[in-house]
């Protein structure tokens, strides 16, 4: 693989409602960038994101997954996130890592319980939204109506870039007001051949185009100029005003696709690579202690672990953000978390659980390395001489607990280490060990996420564990 730089790189985190298709427009998305060879999908239980037993049995996403595309010599980093509230721990991951929220609508349902909360996080997170209206190719499909729900839901903020020309089962062509040219797809997905717009359409993909330039414009003052002087914007004008206005959160612009038909998608990764921002657009990371960071490859060389897992056959695997500088296979850092040495002596970037090793990544990029001794998910590591610590991540507070027990007493030292590993990989998950009450307590984000934990400890760990009521402190 290349080794890409700052601007060539763009990092999103995919967000909505369980069911609105993320996972199958991550799915497109390396398949258009020839990371994989065929599509999967959740029927079939084998994507690359939803590779865990787990995610297969239920249909589901429950962990956050990293991913990336290579598409037009530039780079996607890809975060799937889980929809449901209960694995929210993921979603506020994926947007430490990520400049950009991809929200995902499922086009049947418009906004859902799930598509506020998430886009909730990103603006908690104060990250651009880019909206996609999926699943326009089901009978019960209404863009118009998704559309409506977003703007009731969201504001004026909400903005069309495309709208589809015909919905439904025979979904395959959509109004692009950028382009100003209709897109038109062939059955089996893929890339779009520009056809004129029809006579019909003309009219709304006028309005639209208009609504579009004149939110470009409002975010650059440059360009505002420009607009009251000549009424409209270039292409490549409305390209660089949307990108002021995503940094800003002053415009969050609409798409739409098929992604099971991988129907827009290519437009969207287009999107993404054009205007976009990258690491280097973005407000620069800071310390604890207030120093900024930049995203500057010439840097001194730092990264954030985000993310922890251990994988079958692995151990322990680290997912990090590169904040500054390059990091090279073999580089010596400290960690500045709790004082320790590593070494990064492998580096990798994943495609779920497909590992393709790295020599070098640089500021902006996300990548993995495995077997460090003392790293954990919250840390920060830096070359020697580079102070700071970045803040941690706050994750949503427990909602609901447990007690727990392991029913064979020859099981409890096993069911420690089995809870410890299950909290490196989620920290909603929180363990309480209470001497007053001589119990194991678990919190969690409800009872779902707890029942998922319990599954874990029975099927991997293989450890026969039951649930019961906490006592109560007297």
Known sequence: MKTYQAGQIKSIALLGNSGSGKTTLAEAMLFNGGVIDRRGTIEAKN??????????????????????????DKKINILDTPGLDDFGGGVVSSL????????????????????EIHFRHAENFNK??????????????????????????FGSKICLVQFPVNEG????????????????????GGSAKLADIPAEYMERASKVQN????????????????????????????????????????????????????????????FILNVAPSASDMPAWVTKSGKEVKCDPAGPASIFVFKSAVEEHIGEINYFKVISGKI??????????????????????????????????????????????????????NVAGLDGEYASMKFPEPKYRTAIRSLSEGDDEKLGEALSRMHQEDPT?????????????????GEYHLNILKWHLDKIFKIETEYWTPKIPY
């Open 47 to 72: 994507t690359s994101s939803d590779y865990r037993p787990i995610e297969q049995e239920n249909e589901n996403s429950i962990f956050s997954t990293v991913l990336y595309s290579e598409y037009r």
């Open 96 to 115: 430490y890592a990520a400049e950009t929220a991809l929200l995902i609508v499922n086009g049947q349902n418009g906004v859902e319980v799930g598509t």
């Open 128 to 153: 651009p939204v880019i909206v996609v209206v999926n699943s326009l190719d089901h009978e019960k499909a209404n863009f118009d109506k998704s559309h409506e729900m977003l703007k009731e839901k």
């Open 169 to 188: 089962v025979a979904f395959d062509s959509v109004i692009d007001v950028i382009k100003m040219k209709m897109l038109q797809y062939p059955k089996e």
């Open 211 to 270: 609504e579009l330039i004149e939110k470009a414009a409002e975010n650059d003052e440059s360009l505002m100029e420009i607009f009251f002087e000549n009424d409209t914007l270039t292409e490549d004008e409305m390209r660089r005003g949307i990108t002021t206005g995503l940094v800003k959160r002053g415009i969050f612009p609409v798409f739409c696709c098929s992604a099971k038909k991988n129907t827009g998608v290519e437009r969207i990764m287009e």
């Open 328 to 381: 090279i296979e073999n580089i010596d850092v400290t960690n500045n978390s709790n004082g320790t040495k590593e070494r990064l002596s492998q580096l990798y970037v994943c495609a779920g659980k497909n590992r393709t090793k790295v020599s070098e990544l640089n500021a902006g990029d996300i990548g993995a390395a495995v077997k460090l001794k003392n790293t954990r998910t919250n840390h920060t590591l």
């Open 429 to 445: 998950i929180v363990i309480e060990y209470s001497k007053e009450l001589k119990q194991i307590i678990i919190h969690g984000q």
